[in-house]
């Protein structure tokens, strides 16, 4: 099994980077959330990897961060998806975004993606339904709870502010907060602007 690749990155063609680890070189898929984090050619990289064998092939699928490899895991247990759909919905989508949707049971935000109808968008939604992170990222490294975070997006989107004002406010909040002080200090923050 090879879960982590360190190596010289010699090339980038969307989804797919060469890395050279010790003179072999390694083609690893990677989704557009970690192709646009990437390093520049004749750099070092590290990537997190899971290796699938099939019948016909042997893959290596690469990400940046443990969130997205995890997300990338549970995504291929579900019946029906595989890890080019996996990968797909990585690509459309953040894994922070995933687990909003996942969590406020929004399958037409799972529809803008590439590949992924409405039935293959239910079924994600169920499956996936608690295995995905408590919590929501935040650039600093703390967290909102997701219920916290779900609660003070639609608050401020029922305000009147888009949803990438309320995503912006809402990694500007300490972890723990309450609903009411999170909205709070949101508003603050989205005033400054």
């Known amino acids: 099994m090879i879960g982590r690749l360190s190596g010289l990155l010699l090339e980038k063609s969307p989804p ?20 646009y984090d990437l390093p520049e050619i004749g750099t070092r990289v590290v990537l997190l990897t899971e290796f699938i064998v099939r019948e016909d092939a042997q893959l290596l699928y690469g990400f940046l961060t443990a969130p997205e490899r995890d997300t990338f895991r549970q995504l291929i247990r579900i019946s029906g998806v595989g890890p080019r759909t996996a990968l797909a919905v990585l690509s ?27 039935k293959t968008a239910e079924r994600l939604l169920l499956e996936l339904k608690g295995k995905l992170a408590p919590a929501l990222p ?12 779900v609660d003070i997006v639609r608050a401020l989107i029922a305000l009147g502010y888009s949803e990438r004002e309320a995503q ?5 909040l300490p972890p723990d907060v309450s609903v009411s002080d999170g909205i709070r200090q949101a508003l603050r923050q989205l005033g400054k602007n």
Do not use: C, N
């Open 168 to 172: 912006a406010a809402l990694r500007g």
């Open 16 to 35: 797919t980077v060469l890395v050279d680890v010790g003179g072999v070189g390694y083609e690893v898929d990677v989704p557009m959330s970690s192709f």
């Open 138 to 149: 935040h650039a600093s490294g703390t967290a909102v709870t997701v219920d916290a975070g």
């Open 92 to 118: 459309g989508m953040s894994v922070a975004d995933l687990t909003q949707a996942v969590a406020l049971q929004e399958s037409a935000r799972l529809l803008k993606v590439p590949g992924i109808g409405k």
